[in-house]
């Protein structure tokens, strides 16, 4: 139900809004074709990299940029290797001031993140593998961790 803010008018509450999603870069690659595409002795070895990077563009809207790296395979026998920063612009309306960083650092990727995920699993399954599912990331932990770190070097 909507307040009255005194003159008639009704409060909104707290909104986040994506105005727009986007992948910016995209990298597969499948370095040992067509060899790396036969039956595995063993299960390889898989590295993902997370990285969440925004900046304001307006006074309520940021983009927001979720940068996933990963592999398969070491050395010589990568089976593949991916890179792809996918992003979205997100419109925080009446947020406090205060809260803003923590909803662009978490609930934005957030957002973002199963569509990351398939646009990843999709490339894998079109470069010859098995698709790969990511499994779900705590943005929360991510924010945190990073908050801690920031902390001890200042």
Same mark, same amino acid.
């Not at 707290?14 to 999603?21: E, F, G, H, I, S």
């Not at 809207?61 to 070491?74: K, Q």
């Given at each position: 139900?909507?307040?009255?803010?005194?003159?008639?008018?009704?409060?909104?509450?707290?909104?986040?809004?994506?105005l727009? &999603?986007?992948?910016?870069?995209?990298?597969?690659?499948?370095?040992?074709?067509? #060899?790396?595409?036969?039956? &595995?002795?063993?299960?390889?070895?898989i590295?993902i *990299?997370?990285?969440v990077n925004?900046? #304001?563009?307006?006074?309520?809207?940021?983009?927001?940029?979720?940068?996933?790296?990963g592999?398969?395979g070491?050395?010589a026998?990568?089976?593949?290797?991916?890179?792809?920063?996918?992003?979205?612009?997100?419109?925080?309306t009446?947020i406090?001031e205060? #809260?803003?960083?923590?909803v662009?650092?978490?609930e934005?990727?957030?957002?973002l993140?199963?569509f990351a995920?398939?646009?990843?699993?999709d490339a894998?399954?079109?470069g010859?593998?098995?698709?790969?599912y990511?499994?779900p990331i705590?943005f929360h932990?991510?924010? *945190? *961790?990073?908050?801690?770190?920031?902390?001890? #070097?200042?």
């Amino acid at each position: 139900m909507a307040e009255s803010n005194g003159n008639g008018a009704a409060a909104q509450g707290p909104a986040l809004n994506a105005l727009v &999603q986007y992948t910016k870069d995209l990298s597969f690659e499948n370095p040992n074709a067509p #060899q790396s595409l036969g039956p &595995q002795e063993n299960a390889p070895n898989i590295s993902i *990299q997370v990285n969440v990077n925004a900046r #304001q563009l307006a006074e309520n809207d940021f983009e927001v940029g979720l940068m996933l790296e990963g592999s398969a395979g070491e050395g010589a026998n990568t089976l593949f290797k991916f890179e792809l920063d996918y992003a979205g612009v997100f419109r925080l309306t009446n947020i406090p001031e205060d #809260q803003k960083h923590p909803v662009v650092m978490i609930e934005c990727p957030r957002l973002l993140f199963p569509f990351a995920r398939q646009i990843v699993a999709d490339a894998v399954r079109n470069g010859g593998f098995p698709p790969l599912y990511i499994d779900p990331i705590d943005f929360h932990a991510l924010y *945190q *961790q990073r908050m801690t770190e920031t902390a001890a #070097q200042a």
